[in-house]
């Protein structure tokens, strides 16, 4: 999922829109927007589909005022549906408020069980919903200590954008497990869960917000605070490896040289013996480039992309996806043909895709197909927002490397090293590698349904 807040800009629903474009690839099932205006009446939209389809400008116009926040949705087919498309909005006796929210509680079922208890109800079984109702203030508190409390209480990989009338604060876990960046614009702010955003909204990049910490934006401009001691640097990989865009810069590492990097690692770890090298569009491209660099091996344009197809993983039933795959790439026959390829792709998840572009690939006339992925073999399941939920759908969760080549039908696999993975960091992260390695930065209440 993808965020974005605004704070102290004119028109800021439209500038919203275009972060929320720009953050398209981390959600495609929905979107949704909502402002302040001046007089401090709450406007609102949120529909299912893409930004561009839910936003035309007769829906941005009515959305007044200043401040606002803005999300795009990713969900699995058990939490899809216009209900749980954010920010979701509450109405409260000392305050209405808005929540934003990106990732995923690890013991949202604990919480709420409390808060049931307790005598709360419930319209969605959302991460914001449940934050709502930690932070709903009792008279005259202060909002910050009980976000701060909050906060202490949710374990998992999260950010949230909070908004009340005059007020933004920008959170992120303590593990740093989410990206969340906040940048200026004129005399005001923006928040995003991706540096790209920035660009287009015509903002400029100030930095990362901490793991742990909550940036709080108002008149008096932006302040911290740390809500919990306990801070690590533990950015998901995946986000470098394949969620985030190539121009966004995280936790002080470009995405695009990442993955250059992790590219020319595969080629030291992983040779091939290849006339050519071709990268699956469009996410492994950059490690592609790194390979090819490093090999000295041509970098050839052997798969093109449909323009005007979705990302096939975010397709949450499997009979969708397997078509989205035949839908989405085709083959350059006159360029792969009699050729040895090292098909060069960011990760395998369930094996759908790399399946069907070897076969794709050998229809085509290519002589051998050597794939090469630039990440770990992914055997465990994410508990932080991405959907693999379970370690049954993954291809290597119980298949050794060679059971796994033959599952795809290449010549021959070769993956990254869990060392190399962190080592392109550059230094700057010690990501979390838990779906490679099985080591999760933290604690876990939920059982893996295996
Ligand atoms: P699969 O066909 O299930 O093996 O999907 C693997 C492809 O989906 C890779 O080529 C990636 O580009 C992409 N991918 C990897 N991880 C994810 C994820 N968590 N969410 C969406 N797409 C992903
Ligand atoms: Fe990212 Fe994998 Fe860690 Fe999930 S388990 S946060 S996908 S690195």
Redesign the pocket.
Known sequence: MGVVGVYGVQGASTVIFYGLHNLQHRGQEGAGIVTFDQEGCEHRYRGLGLVNEVFNPGAIEPLKGSIGVGSVRYANVSKGGIDNVGPLFFHHKAGDFAIASDGNLVNSAQIADWLWKRGDIFQTLTDSEILAHLIKKESDEDRIGNIHSALNMMEG?FTFIIMTRNRLYACRDKYG?KPLAVGKLGDGYVVASESCAFEIMGAEFIRDVEPGEIITIDHKGLRSRQYSRFQKRRM????YIYFARPDSDIDGCNVHKYRMEAGRRLYRECPADADIVVGVPESSLSAAMGYSQESGIPYEMGLIKHKYVGRTFIQPVQEMRELGVKMKLCPVVSVVKGKKIALVDDSIVRGTTSLKIVKLLKEAGAKEVHVRIASPMMK?P???G?D?STSAELLCSKRTLDQACKAIGADSLGYLSPESTRESCFGCAD??????TGE?PTALYTEDED
């Open positions: 990989g497990i998901c990989a995946m986000e465990y994410c508990f932080y991405v693999t990501p979390c590698q838990a779906c490679f999760y």
